[in-house]
């Protein structure tokens, strides 16, 4: 059920990645259980009552490819396919530009096939208090903090640390005010919003929300499919 306060609710689907580490296959097309990666993706974003649109960011040579598949797959949702920048910050730059005005946008990154409509609606949810949250999970592993040289400086304190995840989830003014005025190089989207003093939340993740980066993690998404579906 949508909160009344949500408005008009827009997502950005990065996939524009150039997939170095995927032995020569585009991890966004590569099949998960007989369906491209980025279908996943679309699937759960489409039939999602919480997004009113939907905006894809792929590879200049991916855009014919997406909007084809997007035409044959009846996304009526997709209201437009994009190519995205050399930088992460540079695709979903140009997804904004494409998106046009809206109350609320939702980021998700094309490679994480796992999204749920819990982690939308969390996100949501989560972002009435700021106008930013971030899905995220405890870090349970010792982080070591080390030098160029690779020996352990210091080891980190994990009770605090949080790993990021997408979606992250903010209003569509702060978004937009924090890639205007982007200087920096950044890794996601909430750090350039820190950047500016606004505060963001962070809610629970899902720890089978994976990005696909390389051939194993395609393979380990393929066995959690295989076991829960979606």
Known sequence: ?????????????VAAGSSQRMDGVDKVFAPLAGRPVLARVLDVCHRSNSID????????????????MVAVEKWSKVSQ??????????????????????????????????????????????????GAAVA?????????LAGHD????????????????????FRFDIITEAYRRATDEVTDDAALVEQLGYKVKLYMGAY?????TNPTDLAIAEVLWQKYGK
């Open 150 to 169: 690779r020996m352990v400086r210091e080891t980190i304190q994990r009770d605090n640390l949080w790993a990021a995840q997408t979606p992250q989830v």
């Open 1 to 13: 059920m949508r909160n009344n306060n949500q408005g008009n609710v827009a997502a950005i689907i």
């Open 81 to 130: 396919v994009c190519a995205g920048g050399k930088r992460r910050q540079d695709s979903v730059q140009a997804g904004l530009k494409a998106l046009g005005v809206c109350n609320w946008v939702v980021v998700h990154d094309g490679a994480r096939p796992f999204l749920t409509e819990k982690l939308i609606t969390d996100g949501l949810s989560a972002a009435q208090e700021t």
């Open 53 to 68: 649109r939907i905006v894809v960011v792929v590879s200049q040579g991916n855009v014919a490819r997406c909007r084809q």
């Open 208 to 212: 089978d929300n994976v990005k696909i």
């Open 136 to 144: 995220a999970l405890p870090v349970i592993d010792t982080i070591k």
